[in-house]
């Protein structure tokens, strides 16, 4: 070594330097760009390693050939290697920046932290004070339900009663009855509740006094998979209606967009269903009480996950939470997409005359010089355009039914954008667009681990639109109306037939491998609607419908006798008289004027019910009135009601 320096300082200075300051920049240059490399885990590996090798002997030879030839005064052949050795610089620090800016990208669609906010939420014309009754829930995990409520009561020093529930919409139910007098919500939710007919204008009817926010680690980060994208798996992509740009996504989310899809990437074969928000189902996290499905939101991700799994027997891997305004970036980032904007059924849109156009609010919800119009057709729309699209409910008889069958052909027509990237620029606009209003427990490494197979879909045939063969579902429902006690009201929901739904999971698990496929031996369709063979689950019907309690008022005895012997329902009879809270004088004698359960009420849990019958003896004024005078008014709910199609994913 001494030998070599002694060597080297006898050279030209200018050469020995070069020589000095040249393999020093190669080096550092070479280990941030290794470094980079490794992050690639999965893509391309003979090549990256071939690459490392090559760079890396290049660099030996460079330190060994550089100074033969300065101590030999073959100066061009040294000059001519710096050269070259130097030309490999800008591309160790290029691809370095590029890998390490798109790794970062990747990265933050995990958001290890969020911002979690508790509110204290009272009737707008209510005035707060130390007797004021307070409610908040009771589970000790519940961030902020429970957690930061508990800690917003030390900071306020607020002494008022505590009044413990297990459920959000009970709370939120006694709150509007003012059986008590505040309650603690997420600080999201006004968007969370107003989904329900009953709280849309809840951010009017209440008022927040008092706020507690702070930063957490992210409750959703603890939901893990360790499969890999290369296998089968099943993602439930979820939407977060908000009106800012990015998503700050606690635990409480609005829940009216579930969708599960299956992907098999040997075959790239998926199948998309969406569970409507009104499917009425057993709550996971509530001890399967049964309420609407986007009711499990309110308690968190890991609650919709554990209600959609027990429901359709499909395992679910990964969860992307995405916010609606990122539809905006996205699709314009893709150059647009292409749709068929359905025809409105109603001319008025929340009293915006459409003229017969499709209108909307735009993402900012501002209607007036705002609202996005479209002609129904096929069209090519922008950003704004497909978010009016994915939200609009109100123009269409099928209502939120249409709305998912609309969000479903805008993720189609977004996939197939996706084999329009060809440049590294196109890629980036599409990390940036989404990657701030996007979360999801997909690892870093496990979205790496989808890159040979998105290099297959990307690659495929251009002239092709079949990227991905995605199969179609119909979920068979039909009206649900059902009572709630704790809120003395009654709620329009759906239900499912179990036919359709086995059909649908069964074609999600066999695209999982899960199950094997295997041809249909028998089916029931229904002959109001045409049956298609190659949708799933679409008029496939049986004897599943949920039953609820029937409005036996102005029925008679012989009636509500066997009503209860077809059902398995134990009946008794209470005569009453006109001093009793159970009389009706409406009701002729002998008829039934009350029943201990209310109309509507699911009988699952049901055993027994007692009917009270106008005593005949009773001195009553209507009693003139024949069983046809009696109006179908009481007993409209044992009509049948039409079934209702809900339609799953198109092909691509």
Request: net charge negative; aromatic share 10%.
């Amino acid at each position: 070594m001494n030998i070599f320096l002694k060597k080297l300082k006898k050279c030209p200075k200018k050469y020995s330097l070069t020589y000095i300051i040249t393999s020093m920049i190669y080096l550092i240059s070479l280990v941030l760009f290794i470094y980079s490399l490794s992050k690639l885990s999965g893509i391309e590996t003979i090549i990256r390693i071939i690459a490392i090798i090559f760079f890396i002997i290049w660099f030996f030879i460079y330190l060994l050939t550089s100074p033969l030839s300065l101590f030999t005064k073959k100066n061009k052949t040294f000059i001519a290697i710096t050269i070259i050795s130097l030309l490999f610089v800008p591309i160790f620090i290029g691809s370095s920046y590029v890998i390490n800016t798109f790794y970062a990208e990747l990265t933050n669609f995990t958001k290890s932290h969020l911002t979690y906010t508790t509110n204290l939420v009272t009737l707008k014309d209510y005035e707060f004070t130390s007797s004021s009754k307070i409610g908040m829930i009771s589970d000790n995990n519940d961030i902020e339900g429970n957690i930061l409520a508990k800690k917003l009561i030390e900071k306020e020093s607020l002494t008022n009663e505590i009044v413990n529930y297990d459920d959000y919409y009970l709370m939120l139910a006694d709150l509007y009855n003012q059986k008590i007098d505040a309650i603690f919500l997420s600080g999201n939710y006004v968007v969370l509740f107003s989904s329900e007919k009953t709280y849309e204008n809840i951010a009017k009817e209440t008022k927040v006094i008092y706020e507690y926010s702070e930063e957490m680690e992210n409750q959703d980060y603890k939901i893990k998979s360790d499969k890999k994208l290369t296998e089968p798996f099943t993602v439930l992509l979820m939407g977060v209606d908000s009106e800012k740009d990015g998503l700050n996504a606690n635990q409480a989310f609005n829940g009216d967009t579930l969708m599960m899809v299956t992907f098999n990437p040997n075959t790239l074969t998926a199948t998309m269903f969406s569970m409507p928000r009104d499917m009425y189902v057993p709550i996971a996290c509530r001890n399967g009480a049964l309420a609407k499905v986007n009711s499990s939101a309110a308690y968190g991700t890991s609650c919709v996950i554990d209600t959609l799994e027990d429901i359709t027997n499909v395992p679910i891997d990964y969860y992307v939470k995405m916010n609606f305004k990122g539809v905006v970036d996205l699709v314009d980032a893709v150059g647009g997409i292409t749709v068929n904007i359905e025809e409105p059924y109603f001319r008025y849109n929340h009293g915006i005359d459409c003229g017969g156009k499709f209108c909307e609010q735009n993402s900012n919800r501002e209607y007036g010089s705002e609202t996005i119009y479209l002609d129904p057709g096929i069209q090519k729309i922008n950003g704004e355009e497909a978010l009016a699209y994915a939200r609009c409910r109100a123009l269409y008889i099928e209502s939120d039914l249409a709305r998912n069958r609309h969000q479903q052909e805008i993720v189609e027509a977004t996939a197939k954008e996706f084999k329009n990237i060809r440049s590294i620029d196109d890629f980036k606009k599409i990390l940036d667009a989404i990657s701030k209003n996007m979360d999801t427990n997909i690892t870093t490494d496990q979205m790496l681990s989808f890159y040979e197979v998105a290099k297959d879909i990307i690659f495929k045939d251009s002239d092709s639109d079949e990227l991905i063969s995605i199969k179609k579902t119909y979920l068979q429902s039909y009206n649900l109306p059902v009572y709630l006690p704790g809120s003395n009201t009654t709620t329009s929901a759906l239900g499912y037939y179990k036919a359709s739904l086995d059909a649908i999971t069964k074609a999600m698990r066999v695209n999982l491998e899960l199950e094997e496929a295997e041809m249909p031996k028998s089916f029931s369709i229904s002959y109001n609607e045409e049956y298609t063979t190659n949708v799933i689950g679409k008029g496939l019907v049986d004897n599943s419908k949920v039953q609820t309690m029937p409005n036996m008022v102005g029925k008679t005895v012989s009636e509500a006798t066997n009503w209860g012997a077809n059902n398995n329902i134990v009946v008794s009879f209470e005569y009453v008289d006109s001093n009793s809270a159970y009389y009706n004088p409406n009701i002729q004698p002998g008829l039934i004027s009350n029943q201990s359960i209310h109309s509507n009420t699911i009988l699952t849990n049901v055993s027994s019910v007692t009917f009270y019958i106008n005593n005949a003896s009773t001195n009553n004024e209507n009693s003139s009135l024949n069983e046809e005078d009696l109006t179908d008014e009481e007993t409209d709910n044992n009509e049948e009601i039409p079934e209702i199609e809900i339609p799953g994913g198109p092909t691509l």
